[in-house]
Nanobody
Framework: QVQLVESGGGLVQPGGSLRLSCAAS????????MNWYRQAPGKERELVAG???????DYADSVKGRFTISRDNAKNTVYLQMNSLKPEDTGIYYC???????????WGQGTQVTVSS
């Protein structure tokens, strides 16, 4: 059974930091691109950061220089370090595992991030 379980969300003041984690199980983690998406209230879900199975990570322009995605294949976990948070970073953050070659997509349940003073 495939599971993606996010953790680490919460309420943080502008300029603060959070580290999100996504623990994966039920599939061969190292074969999948791992991504973080977010959905702000009233907006569509958007890709924030992606770490392919092979290659370099990529980021949305809005988070470049502030967010860092990383993965630990030994722990089947992907992380999102978020620094210098802004109110516009508020939203539900979703972990995604994707293997495009086989049209496979897995999603976590999401974790809420709120940036507010």
């Amino acid at each position: 059974q495939v599971q993606l379980v996010e953790s680490g969300g919460g309420l943080v003041q502008p300029g603060g930091s959070l580290r999100l984690s996504c623990a994966a199980s039920g599939f061969t983690f190292s074969n999948y691109a791992m991504n973080w998406y977010r959905q702000a209230p009233g907006k569509e879900r958007e890709l924030v950061a992606g770490d392919p199975a092979v290659g370099s990570a990529d980021y949305a322009d809005s988070v470049k220089g502030r967010f860092t995605i990383s993965r630990d294949n030994a722990k089947n976990t992907v992380y999102l370090q978020m620094n210098s948070l802004k109110p516009e970073d508020t939203g539900i953050y979703y972990c995604n595992a994707r293997r495009s070659r086989f049209s496979v997509d897995y999603w976590g349940q999401g974790t809420q991030v709120t940036v507010s003073s």
